[in-house]
């Protein structure tokens, strides 16, 4: 709103799709045109691979493995479809280009859904969660994971003092 004159593209994961949602239809209510990229992946990959690294077994992050179903059913192109914006699907890298020059060029909030692996991670980008680990456990895969945070803590510049 501050500055109209430029675009706003959102990339977000489908779990937090789901909790700001409101935000797509109010964006539209007002006029204030957003492009939202959203990444399919059964919603809360990110904190699926979170467990795993942190020597837990996964637990309710995946619709998949919490509905015993092969893939979400939520329709995240319908939905954002529903709540006013222009919404499609992206099955490549290619479509995703086309459609970001599409949604640059819509005269409202603009909603792009690509199906991603909620398994596969990556090191790109280099950024670090830090979520500490338990210093004692039962199971070995935490204890593991513990060595792991311990040495990524070890790892990172120190906090600058405000």
Partial sequence: ???PDRDVVVMVGDGSYMMMNSELATSVMLGQKI??????NGVF????????ASGSKSFNNL???????VKSDIDFVA????????SEKAGSIGELEAAMARARR?????????????LAATEAGGAWWDVAIPEISERAEVDTAR????SAKAGQRPAEAD
């Fill in 79 to 86: 939905h954002a479809g529903a709540m006013g914006a222009i």
């Fill in 147 to 150: 060595k792991g945070y311990v």
């Fill in 35 to 40: 492009t939202v990229v959203v990444l399919d």
């Fill in 1 to 3: 709103m501050a500055r």
């Fill in 106 to 118: 819509s005269d409202r909030s603009h909603v792009i859904v690509i199906d991603t692996d909620p």
């Fill in 63 to 69: 619709l998949a493995t919490a509905r015993h179903t």
């Fill in 45 to 52: 990959g990110c904190i699926n691979r979170l467990q795993g």
